[in-house]
């Protein structure tokens, strides 16, 4: 998947800025958004953030109210003209493999929905472990194949078998190796924890809208299209969406 995966994530994201957003928003679960889980476990005396992967920006407006110096970088110049309409920055256009950054300099970074999306993790983390003080805190949500209830699978299998295939992303949906990866560029695991959210899909735009978030690199649009009328004929529900969150140090 590796050698086409780049130029599907920047037409993914150039077609639908914002899109992780306005799906990540409307998914809760206990005590509310996969962004507010992230946010708890960032440590409150971090000033200066950085944002990888920032997307539309959407932890900008919670950080910057906390005081806090923040920068968002994406390889997306879509995603962020999105930032900058919403009025949210500073952003810059970067690859995490290759920060615009000093070293140590940064106390903190967040990477939500991020790590799991870069063909090469283990050159993000290297990056992310380059940028951060000695103590300084990396705090990333990803994509996660459980919890899922036994009651939705019926549901997620319906859209699988529609869709052809799951959603994908080139470290596999487990993202196995990554506290290895971690440990190996001296950032220090201190939690790994997986949570249930739950996307309301109550009309059949926002089933659409659920559809187009996957990463489904292969799949046509007409059988995307397919699975997202199905999905619609089926509203109101609940779909799963569990993440993972993964909080380390550096050394
Ligand atoms: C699932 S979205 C998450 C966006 C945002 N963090 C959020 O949670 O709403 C993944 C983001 O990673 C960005 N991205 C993918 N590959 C990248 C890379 N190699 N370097 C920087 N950003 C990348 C995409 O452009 C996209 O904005």
């Known amino acids: 998947m590796s050698a086409d995966w780049e130029p599907y994530v920047h037409r993914f994201h150039a077609e639908r800025p914002g899109i992780t957003e306005r799906v ?12 507010g889980w992230l946010l708890a476990a960032l440590p409150r005396a971090a000033q200066v953030v950085l944002d ?4 539309s920006a959407p932890l900008q407006p919670p950080l910057s109210a906390r005081g806090v110096r923040w920068l968002g970088v994406d ?8 930032a900058r309409d919403l009025g949210r920055g500073p952003v810059a ?16 970074v967040v990477a939500s929905m991020a790590l799991m999306v870069v063909p090469e993790p283990g050159a993000a983390l290297g990056e992310v472990a380059r940028v951060l003080r000695p103590g300084g805190a990396l705090v990333a949500t990803l994509a996660s194949d459980r919890p899922i209830p036994a009651r939705s699978l019926p549901t997620l299998i319906g859209l699988v078998r529609r869709l052809g295939t799951r959603p994908g992303y080139p470290g596999g949906s487990n993202m196995g190796g990554l506290v290895a990866a971690a440990e190996r560029v001296g950032l220090a695991v201190t939690s790994d924890e997986r949570r249930p959210f739950w996307c309301d899909v109550r009309t059949p735009a926002e089933a659409s809208e659920l559809v ?3 990463y489904l690199p292969g799949v046509a649009p007409e059988r995307e299209r397919a699975a997202a009328r199905w999905l619609a004929g089926r509203t109101p529900l609940r779909i799963p969406v569990p993440i993972r969150r993964l909080v380390a140090v550096r050394r």
């Open 212 to 214: 187009q978030a996957l």
């Open 93 to 108: 256009v970067a690859n995490v493999s290759a920060l615009p950054l000093g070293d140590g300099g940064v106390d903190a």
């Open 52 to 55: 990888l992967a920032c997307g």
């Open 24 to 35: 990540l928003s409307r998914s809760v679960g206990p005590g509310g958004t996969p962004y």
């Open 75 to 82: 390889i997306s110049a879509a995603e962020l003209a999105s």
